[in-house]
C-alpha cells in the first residue's frame, strides 16, 4: 500500500471528520427528538443531538468540501462532486451519529456515555456508506480509515475536553 494512498484516504473523509466535531462547538438548542420518549420510556435520541448541531454540523463539512476542491481540483474532477461528497459524507456522519444515540438509549446508556466501536466507527460507516456511490475508495483505504479513525475520534474528543468545550474525554 503506497502511503500516498492512505494520505488521500484522510484527505477524503475529512468532511466526516469535520461534520462529526463540529456539534461540540456549534450545538445546542433544541433537541432533534424535540424531548419525545420511545416505547421503552427512555428519550428517542436524548438532549445531545440538537438541531444546530446536525445542521452546523452539515453545513461545516459540506463547507470543507469547497476548500478542499480549492486545493485538489485534480482528485475531485469538478467543484459540484467535491460538494456532493463533502455533503454526503457530513450528512451521512451526522446521521450515523443520530442512529448510534438511538441504539445507546435503547440500551439504557445515558447521555454522554461511552459506548467503544459505536462512538468511533457509526459516524465513519454511514458517511462511507452514502460518500462511495460519488467517489469510491479500494478496500485497502476503507480498512486504513476503520483502524485510524478511533485514534483520531479519542485525540480529537481528548482536546476538546482539554479545551473546555466538552465535560468528558470521550
Ligand atoms: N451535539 C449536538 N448535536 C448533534 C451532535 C452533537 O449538539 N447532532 C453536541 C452535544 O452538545 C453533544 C456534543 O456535541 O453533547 C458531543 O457529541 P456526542 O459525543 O455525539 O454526544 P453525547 O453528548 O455523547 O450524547 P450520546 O450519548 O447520545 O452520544
Ligand atoms: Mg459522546
Known sequence: MEL???????????PAYVANASPVIVGGGRPIDGGRLWRD???????????????????????????QYAI??????????????????AFGALLGDIIGSFIKRRANLPRGAPAIGLDQLGFLISALALAYPVKTLD??????LLIVSPFVHWGANYFAYKMGWKSVPW
Open 4 to 14: 500516498s494512498s492512505l494520505l488521500w484516504a484522510m484527505w477524503y473523509i475529512l
Open 72 to 89: 485538489t481540483p485534480d482528485f475531485y474532477g469538478s467543484l459540484k462532486t467535491a460538494l456532493m461528497l463533502a455533503f454526503l459524507l
Open 41 to 67: 420510556g427512555r428519550r428517542l435520541f436524548g438532549d445531545g443531538k440538537t438541531w444546530r448541531g446536525f445542521i452546523g454540523g452539515v453545513l461545516l463539512g459540506t463547507l470543507t468540501g469547497a476548500v
Open 139 to 144: 478496500s485497502g483505504q476503507i480498512i486504513f
